[in-house]
């Protein structure tokens, strides 16, 4: 395994971190005062001015839509990507100024690999110009849904209809003023084998029948102008030719989707680990307490050296990730696949932790970036399968290895 970055690779990660430096940081704090006081009330969300600008920066200087995968033209495999999300994950805003935000990112890397012609043109296209936003429904209130074949929620053919049923909740940016669609997965036939039941629908918000009840705070904050929302369907009538790729391949489509996203999302929480430890680093050699500066009172030297190897061991294991999936596909790379989605949220975690407590008091407001940081690794324990599930995962490929029955 050669983890060296490709000149492609390169080339993008000095270029991105140059514009977060220049555009971005220094004017991190204008955007959440312009995104204003924190509301339940999504229709009055607004997205900031500057984010328009900084969009239209980064399509100028080409770092836009780096997430698509190498059969498209100009994608990018998972091994050059990667350092490119890792430098993304510094701040919460980044993905979006890029284009590369979940789970519009999943959604495209849907559409672009299952889609039709006609859903290309009418939803794709749209959303690789940034000019709308999406949605994907598929955890339910009513059941665990860390195992998707509990599933409730329906999307029954009617001749050339399909009508939806259900309700949806953790809808991750269904709030956002410019989220135009969703995609539904639902079942079609409970009767079919266990993964040939479900399938996935393009749904617009605007369809009879798709109602946002609430939107659900997490760690007391609402996450605008993304949020996370409840949304009922009731009776939803939509054409036949909204269904992606067919009955009953709500699952294959699935499979296919969370690979990439995992390897997105954990290399997101490695730049939020890397920019809680420079942080830390900065405010325990600027502090000072009982005459010493923080780095050199308690066991802080060992926090720092324990941050420091923990995100370097947690980057390689996710780079292998990465290289399997760009050599041997998704199958190959399962385990490595949930093991980075264990470890990397939980190293994250621990780091950031560890800068909020260098900071004190200040690491628990939003004078920094921290809590923030830390709500993202935290949920991220949970989001695209909880812990449990992809340990009980890790166990059943190792005895699968080991040969045991």
Same mark, same amino acid.
């Given at each position: 395994? !050669? ?11 000095? &270029? ?19 995104? *204003? ?36 033209? *100009? ?28 789970? $519009? ?19 794709? &296209? ?20 860390? $195992? ?12 050339? $209809? ?17 989220? &135009?669609?969703?995609?539904?997965? *639902? ?114 030297? $060992? ?22 999936? !760009? ?38 407001? !939003? ?32 005895? &699968? ?5």
């Amino acid at each position: 395994m !050669d983890f060296s970055l490709s000149p492609t690779a390169q080339s993008l990660s000095h &270029k991105i971190q140059a514009f977060l430096d220049q555009h971005v940081l220094p004017q991190e704090a204008l955007y959440y005062q312009q995104l *204003g006081a924190d509301n339940p009330n999504w229709r009055e969300w607004k997205v900031p001015a500057i984010m328009e600008t900084w969009k239209t920066k980064a399509r100028e200087a080409g770092l836009w839509n780096l997430f698509l995968p190498p059969h498209d033209s *100009g994608g990018l495999s998972n091994c050059d990507y990667a350092p490119l999300a890792e430098i993304m994950g510094h701040t919460p805003i980044a993905p979006e100024i890029f284009n590369c935000n979940a789970p $519009d990112t999943g959604n495209m890397e849907v559409i672009l690999k299952y889609g039709s012609a006609e859903q290309k043109e009418r939803w794709l &296209k749209p959303l690789l110009e940034g000019r709308i936003r999406s949605v994907f429904f598929m955890t339910e209130p009513g059941v665990a849904s860390s $195992d998707a074949t509990n599933m409730q929620a329906t999307c029954r053919v009617e001749g050339s $209809d399909i009508i939806l049923n259900g309700r949806k909740w953790w809808s991750s940016g269904v709030g956002h003023p410019a989220c &135009k669609f969703g995609i539904f997965m *639902g079942v079609t036939d409970p009767n079919a084998p266990r993964h040939q039941r479900h399938s996935m629908v393009l749904v617009p918000l605007d369809a009879p029948g798709v109602k946002i009840e609430r939107m659900l705070p997490v760690f007391h904050s609402y996450d605008a102008p993304y949020g996370h929302g409840e949304v009922s369907f009731t009776n939803v009538r939509l054409p036949l030719g909204m269904m992606i790729a067919g009955p009953g391949r709500g699952f294959e489509i699935a499979q296919g989707r969370l690979g990439p996203g995992r390897i997105h999302h954990c290399m997101r929480a490695i730049g939020a680990a890397e920019r809680a430890l420079h942080l830390l680093c900065r405010r325990a050699s600027e502090r000072v307490a009982f005459g010493k500066p923080l780095v050199e009172l308690g066991g802080n030297r $060992d926090i720092i050296a324990e941050a420091r190897m923990r995100i370097d061991m947690a980057r390689l294991l996710t780079h292998k990730a990465a290289w399997l999936m !760009d050599t041997v596909g998704v199958q190959g790379a399962m385990s490595e696949i949930s093991q980075i989605k264990v470890v990397v949220p939980n190293v994250a975690q621990d780091v950031i932790d560890q800068a909020i407590q260098i900071h004190g008091g200040a690491g628990l407001s !939003d004078d920094f970036p921290l809590a923030a940081l830390y709500a993202y690794a935290r949920v991220l324990r949970i989001a695209d399968g909880p812990d449990e599930v992809h340990r009980n995962l890790i166990a059943k490929l190792e005895w &699968k290895r080991q040969g045991l029955a």
